[in-house]
T-cell receptor, first 112, second 115 residues
Framework: SQELEQSPQSLIVQEGKNLTINCTSS?????LYWYKQKYGEGLIFLMM???GGEEKSHEKITAKLDEKKQQSSLHITASQPSHAGIYLC????????????WGAGTKLIIKP | EAQVTQNPRYLITVTGKKLTVTCSQN?????MSWYRQDPGLGLRQIYY???????DKGDVPEGYKVSRKEKRNFPLILESPSPNQTSLYFC??????????????FGPGTRLTVL
């Protein structure tokens, strides 16, 4: 299994509805990043979480890192067509290894 | 404008024909990295560089080379491309090596097709 699992893999949501995307790690997370990707385009940084229990918001998007630092959730309130895209979580492996690993992504479609 | 640029954005080539994808950042970032993105597999790191003349392998380095002769540039070289290297490639950079607290900025991507 992958070190970083995202769920669901894809999501179709009616415009105006709320939704949640999860990112679960098999190891303790030292720094977790959420990015959004428009189909076939570059990645846009959304938020970075470090501390257990930390929560950050940007417009209608809220991300949390659980206390045990092995899972993060991304919550979108009152979804809009502009929220459509692929959401990716990435984590630092920690230690002296500066590599980031990434989840496979969650594809979000907003139905008008 | 602070940005990471990649060229070309789209490339169709044939097996065995050497190619280079350029990456440049204008933010004086120490850390640069190359990823490939494939359906269902997410982003996988190919190579990364912590500073000039310092590079290291990521998770999928086979068939790729990189160099970091200048801080701003980090080209990705495919000496003999094969069809399994058909993918969407991203270059990224961040200010510091301490990635636990730093944001990675991504280029717009290069879609490579190897026939």
């Amino acid at each position: 299994s992958q070190e970083l699992e995202q769920s669901p893999q894809s999501l179709i949501v009616q415009e105006g509805k709320n939704l949640t995307i999860n990112c679960t790690s098999s190891k303790t997370l030292y720094g977790l990043y959420w990015y959004k990707q428009k189909y076939g385009e570059g990645l846009i940084f959304l938020m970075m979480l470090q501390k257990g229990g930390e929560e950050k918001s940007h417009e209608k998007i809220t991300a949390k890192l659980d206390e045990k630092k092995q899972q993060s959730s991304l919550h979108i309130t009152a979804s809009q067509p502009s929220h459509a895209g692929i959401y990716l979580c990435g984590v630092s492996r920690g230690g002296s290894n500066y590599q980031l690993i990434w989840g496979a992504g969650t594809k979000l479609i907003i139905k008008p | 404008e602070a940005q990471v640029t990649q060229n070309p954005r789209y490339l169709i080539t044939v097996t065995g024909k050497k190619l280079t994808v350029t990456c440049s950042q204008n933010m004086n970032h120490e850390y640069m990295s190359w990823y490939r993105q494939d359906p269902g597999l997410g982003l996988r790191q190919i190579y990364y560089s912590m500073n000039v003349e310092v590079t290291d392998k990521g998770d999928v380095p086979e068939g790729y080379k990189v160099s970091r002769k200048e801080k701003r540039n980090f080209p990705l070289i495919l000496e003999s491309p094969s069809p399994n290297q058909t993918s969407l490639y991203f270059c990224a950079s961040s200010l510091y090596r301490a990635l636990r607290t730093d944001t990675q900025y991504f280029g717009p991507g290069t879609r490579l097709t190897v026939l």
